[in-house]
């Protein structure tokens, strides 16, 4: 079969000697490895899952703030006062009531 | 009966606001509501936790509405209190044509001069979720010292 003439010829190939021999080969690779994979870092509890959320945290943190800085904004409006046709309507309210009640005493004495 | 009385008060606004074409008046013209006058205006001020007399000044009058206005009277001077709910806690906001001054430490009132009748003047200041204006012939401090009794 050709599958088979293939892997032949590829067993039978001769590759190579790596630089600096067998064993610094394998020490440049596992030196990678470690730099990747220290092995002072614990691996069973994964720093990974707890970092993603940090990030969500913080951006619900910041919108929260942001928030709280935009919502009572539109609340802190003070109640206005009365306006000036307003409380002209309010001294005539307040003259009529006073001739009535006048009025009223002097029909009573 | 009150809320009848707004709801009914409501729906001529509407109606007339309708018709006008205008925001409706703020304030309710007298004769929608009748005039309680002597027991009857003190039932309604004992509601409301309103004082009958003050500093010897005694009520005489109430008008329902809007702004529930009492009168208070001592010989042939009188002054009006008018309530109106304001539905929130917030301050008053300074506005051109008041004064603003301190009721005691933190309270701020502002007092206003009636442009016809520079005589007739009236204090405004914020007692809770109610808008408390206290006006007639009254000298500023006649005002304040009322002011500070109803705060």
Redesign the interface.
């Known amino acids: 079969m050709k599958d088979d003439d293939i892997r032949a010829i590829l067993t039978e190939a001769s590759f190579p000697e790596p630089i600096g021999g067998a064993v610094a080969a394998r020490e440049r690779l596992m030196g990678t490895l470690r730099h990747h994979y220290p092995p002072e870092k614990n691996y069973a509890v994964s720093r990974r899952s707890l970092r993603r959320p940090l990030g969500a945290i913080a951006l619900a943190g910041v919108m929260a703030v942001a928030l709280l800085l935009v919502w009572p904004e539109q609340k802190a409006e003070a109640d206005p006062l009365p306006s000036e046709a307003q409380m002209q309507q309010f001294y005539d309210q307040h003259e009529t009531t006073h001739v009535a009640h006048s009025l009223e005493n002097l029909q009573g004495s | 009966m009150n809320a009848r009385c707004s709801g009914f008060l409501g729906i001529l606004l509407l109606i007339s606001s309708a018709v006008v074409g205008c925001s409706p008046?703020?304030?309710p013209p007298?004769n929608n509501l009748p005039?309680k006058?002597g027991s009857a205006a003190l039932q309604e001020a004992r509601k409301i936790e309103v004082p009958e007399t003050l500093e010897g000044w005694k009520l005489?009058?109430h008008?329902g509405g809007e702004?529930t206005?009492f009168?208070y009277?001592k010989g042939?001077r009188?002054?009006?209190l008018?309530l109106s709910e304001?539905k929130?806690l917030?301050?008053?906001?300074?506005?051109e044509?008041?004064k603003a001054i301190l009721l005691g430490t933190e309270t701020s009132a502002?007092l206003?001069k009636?442009?016809?009748?520079p005589n007739?003047s009236?204090i405004?200041f914020?007692h809770q979720m109610q808008?408390r204006?206290i006006?007639?012939k009254l000298s500023e401090l006649e005002l304040v010292s009322l002011a500070k009794q109803l705060q």
């Open positions: 008046p703020r304030v007298l005039a006058t005489v009058r008008n702004h206005q009168l009277a042939k009188s002054f009006s008018f304001t929130s917030q301050p008053l906001k300074a506005q044509g008041w502002f206003h009636d442009s016809r009748s007739r009236a405004v914020k808008r204006m006006m007639g």
